[in-house]
């Protein structure tokens, strides 16, 4: 176990999002705290005066004393893809969490049933209460469902599954679709940032349109020189031809400008935001409130980038950026 927040936890994207349609879909037993709040996207609350028909109302999925042989188990469905690290969260169960835990993960077109193959992802493994225990993955094999066993019984507050989406570009993307080259869903992933004091740099690329000024990636207020950036890994190396920028619900937040570089890299361990070899796409654009901004960038002479570096001038808040080009297969 990995007593600190690893950098699996800010490099990958939590594939058990119900926005990228994950789904819990079983358990053995959820009789103090439902299955379902295992994936909520919101950090676990403690309400200590909340109690329902069964006894304290907890926020995750909390199974009965068990009074006979065997433990307890609830299956996921995730967003397919690749996992390189697990957060077993226990928050706020003190004297009811499961001591153990280990994890089985299948792939499939259909959910699990009986006959499913369930191979060891996480062999079993000591946890901690009221803690987040995070675990290290190191499958190289895509996933499309999880199954999360408690030995023997207790309460888990969430469950994260940090990796990257798969997406078989072959199949669905031929070289003349244009696609959002830097989407959650089409293997994207946000590597670093210089800041993200109000929300997280991820929901640059999530799907759909931000919800709220916290779905989306927001620096603190800069009170010196410079200018705010973050760097993405594109699902694909393409040709970035147009770029969207939406700065929805942030109305005296939103950057006055923003710009676009970017680079083709072999690794992710070369990427250093001040290097010499980003190449310009988008050269600084004025930025409005609450709005959608596009810029057609299909003339820039960058070429297939598989990294973006984005740039806001010079803080502030964005909620999605969306980078439409053509997946580069040479």
């Known amino acids: 176990m990995i007593r600190s927040a690893p950098d699996f936890v800010h490099c990958y994207i939590d594939l058990a999002q119900p926005r990228l349609g994950a789904q819990v879909l079983s358990a053995s037993d959820e009789f103090f705290a439902r299955k379902e709040r295992l994936i909520k996207p919101q950090a ?18 909390e199974t009965r004393r068990r009074r006979e042989a065997g433990h307890d188990f609830c299956v996921v469905k995730i967003c397919a893809g690749t996992v390189s690290g697990l957060d077993i969260d226990t928050t706020h169960f003190t004297g009811n969490y499961p ?80 696609a959002d ?16 004091h109000y929300g997280h740099m991820s929901n640059l690329i999530a799907p759909g349109r931000g919800v709220n000024m916290g779905d989306g990636w927001e620096t603190r207020r800069r009170r010196g020189p410079g200018h705010d950036w973050v760097i993405l890994k594109l699902g ?11 700065t929805a619900f942030f109305k005296g937040n939103y950057p006055h400008h923003c ?17 010499p070899y980003w190449l310009e796409i988008l050269p600084q654009g004025l930025l409005g409130p609450d709005r959608v901004h596009r810029f057609d960038v ?31 297969y040479s």
């Not at 676990?44 to 999925?61: E, L, Q």
């Not at 996480?122 to 993955?137: A, C, P, R, T, W």
């Open 99 to 178: 001591s153990h835990a280990s994890v089985d993960a299948c792939s499939g077109p259909a959910d699990p049933d009986a006959d499913t193959d369930w191979k060891p992802l996480l062999s079993k493994v000591e946890l901690q209460g009221d803690s987040h225990n995070y675990f290290s993955i190191g499958s190289d094999a895509a996933w499309t469902h999880l199954r999360l066993n408690i030995y023997p019984d207790g309460g888990v507050a969430r469950l994260r599954v940090y990796g990257q989406a798969h997406c078989d570009w072959s199949a669905g993307n031929p070289p003349d679709q244009v």
């Open 259 to 275: 710009s676009l570089h970017g680079a083709n890299l072999d690794r992710d361990a070369d990427i250093d935001a001040g290097a």
């Open 298 to 328: 299909s003339g820039n002479p960058a070429g297939p980038v598989s990294h973006i570096r984005f740039n806001i001038y010079p803080d502030g808040g964005v909620s999605r950026l969306r980078l439409y080009g053509l997946p580069d």
């Open 44 to 61: 676990p609350v403690f309400i200590a005066d909340k109690y329902d028909d069964h006894g304290k109302w907890m926020d995750g999925w």
């Open 181 to 196: 080259l830097a989407a959650m869903s089409n293997g994207g992933r946000v590597l670093a940032c210089n800041d993200m």
């Open 236 to 246: 694909h190396r393409g040709l970035v031809q147009s770029v969207e920028v939406d």
